[in-house]
Nanobody, 125 residues
Framework: VQLVESGGGLVQAGGSLTLSCAASGYTFGNDAIGWFRQAPGKEREAVASINNNNARTYYSNSVKGRFTVSLDNARNAVQLRMDDLQPEDTAVYYC???????????????????WGQGTQVTVSS
């Protein structure tokens, strides 16, 4: 199983980026994909998650209304659209996969078995 993130980069405050998480050796089913981020000196933070069987989504309060997570079943991928980016969004962003789709566990990193290598997002002020 391999998860590969792409789409990171440098953007000015107020700008947008779309991250993609492509899965290989893994077929979406009754499970979920989550997005996490980690800024220097800070703990890893849950950002968003999507259930692969019903496309139900979850967001942290810090990104709700600005970020949108969606499925791209044709490409066996998940996208994270990020709008109105702010300097505090600067971090390495990771996608991860977990078995099951319990809404109570979406934000818990320990529940995710597979992780991508991360992609850097930098937002300048």
């Amino acid at each position: 199983v391999q998860l590969v993130e792409s789409g990171g980069g440098l953007v000015q405050a107020g700008g947008s980026l779309t991250l993609s998480c492509a899965a290989s050796g893994y077929t979406f089913g009754n499970d979920a994909i989550g997005w996490f981020r980690q800024a220097p000196g800070k703990e890893r933070e849950a950002v968003a998650s999507i259930n692969n069987n019903n496309a139900r989504t979850y967001y942290s309060n810090s990104v709700k209304g600005r970020f949108t997570v969606s499925l791209d079943n044709a490409r066996n991928a998940v996208q994270l659209r990020m709008d109105d980016l702010q300097p505090e969004d600067t971090a390495v962003y990771y996608c991860a996969a977990r078995a099951g789709a319990s809404p109570y566990l979406w934000g818990m990193a320990v529940e995710y078995e597979y992780w991508g290598q991360g992609t850097q997002v930098t937002v300048s002020s």
